[in-house]
């Protein structure tokens, strides 16, 4: 139920909720939300003001009225693109941002699903309107291209927020909020109780974003955890603080304006050395956490965090299966996108490209191993030819860890093709660097690549059979886990195999992509992205998982009286 006097936010967008559950049912292609940055969609002046509202936000500090804390985080961002963002956050220890989000909790569990629902709809349309302004945000803290950032950063990261909330409200209203109970007598009367059931969040959420995508891994959390009835804390990385600070001022806004307590969404920036992420992690009163991030850290929460539900994401070992190929010019260029896009930031990058030795069939005739990863050479060199272009493919590399991987990698196997540096036109101190790919081979190489190489790294490796390569994707992803993989195969029964091998593996598959769909891209409201079934991950975005976790439905019951039973 909303606070009297104040906006119905769950009736101007019912429609939009009821069509967003539809949309998790069906599976097919559904957004509200315009992917492109085009003046059709968002507006004559949209572009021109989401960039001033972003160089306003430099050097400067970003206030949050009202927000609980003392003191300064001192700026920490530094643009890929090579300048510093200049910008100070409000200062909140652990225990005054558990604190407050605790005590704004009553009056948003009382509210309801619908309004609760109806809220973060609103929270979500206001965010849409912001996209230009958040894609630099994102851009300028994650080092993706432009274009990229406003999908990522914007629309796409809203359709997860969204879908998050479809399947948070949904699951909320599977049960009636009353029912009145009646058993029949033999000998008297029936037994006739009412019953009330209240969902009810399980208390403080956290959410520990990654420096990649910080809107995109961080949104189906958040909006999952707030729509259940829980207060969020928001603990970005240091090095992508704007675009969830946005996000923060922006549901903050939106609450106060419903009638809730500002302080059901609170953002506990910190510098580099305060690593403030374990201490949270094992307040009492956080019962929720989602993080995205390294393997070693996810782990650690898993393991200590014992007293919260916790969703990861964390690393894995993305692998492309080749067998055979009806259109191997198609498979290329689909391949070297994919190794391309972002320079390879991507959790959902390929790495391991396990393919025979002696070759595998294609319409142009059998490719070697050897071959094959010349032509893939190629392949990234044409599409990486123009500066420009490249550019706008490539972004930036997001920090120096990246880099330093990158140059450890110029050291394994075969290069096959080094890792150059290309030139920003726009911003010369940008560093942006072209894909690596490296010759192994199956049996001598495994400790290089049974590990990921996070960036523009991947490996050819050779193999003995598609069947050796089936085995190898198996064993490799059901111990380290993935959050895609691929293959090509003209060959049914290979394609059967795949997909036992995939369930096996518990990572979803991908099959001959060689058009404009690409295995590092998902779509919300059709594609699931993660799973618990495999070490990469412990939860997917999103299921009915995702969200059932985060609440209990309570019960109260009291007698009906004699006489009323009579008349009901």
Known sequence: MKPPDRPDFFARHRELLERAVAATASRRHWTPYPESPSRSAYGEDAARDGEVAFQKRLA????????????????????????????????????????AAKAATGPWRDAGPDTRAGVAAEILARLNAASFEIAHAVQHT???AFVMAFQA????????????????????KRHPGTARWSKPQRKSGPLVMDKKFTAVGRGVSLLVACNTFPTWNGYPGLFASLVTGNPVVVKPHPGAVLPLAITVHTAREVLVEAGFDADLVILAAEAPEDRNASVFALHPDVRIIDFT??????????????????????????????????????????????????????????????????????DEGTKSADAFAD???????????????AAGTLGALVNDGVLARLDEAAGLGRTVRASTPVRHPEHPDAVVRTPLVARLEAESDRETYAREWFGPVSFVIGTESTEHSLRLFRETVGEHGALTAAVHSTDEEVLEAAERAALDAGVHLSENLTGQVYVNQSAAFSDFHGSSANPAASATLSDPAFVTGRFTTLQSRRPVPAEESIRV
């Open 293 to 362: 991030g390294s393997t070693a850290f996810g782990d650690w929460l898993e393991d200590n965090a014992r007293q919260a539900v916790v969703h990861t994401e964390k690393a894995g070992l993305n692998t492309v299966v080749l067998d055979s190929t009806d259109d191997y010019r198609g498979l290329l260029g689909n391949l070297a996108f994919s190794l391309s896009l972002y320079s390879g930031q991507m959790c959902t990058a390929p790495q391991n490209l396990l393919i025979p030795r002696d070759g595998f069939a294609t």
């Open 60 to 99: 400067t500090h970003f206030a949050l009225p009202g927000h609980p804390g003392e003191g300064v985080v001192a700026a920490t961002e530094t643009s890929p693109y090579g300048f510093p963002l200049d910008i100070t956050y409000p200062r909140v220890t652990p225990d005054e941002a558990v604190a």
């Open 375 to 389: 032509d893939l050479s190629v392949a990234l060199d044409r599409l990486l030819a123009d500066p420009a272009r």
């Open 142 to 144: 994650t080092g993706q």
């Open 153 to 172: 950063g914007g629309p796409h990261a809203q359709d997860r927020g969204l879908e998050a909330v479809a399947y948070a409200w949904a699951e909320q």
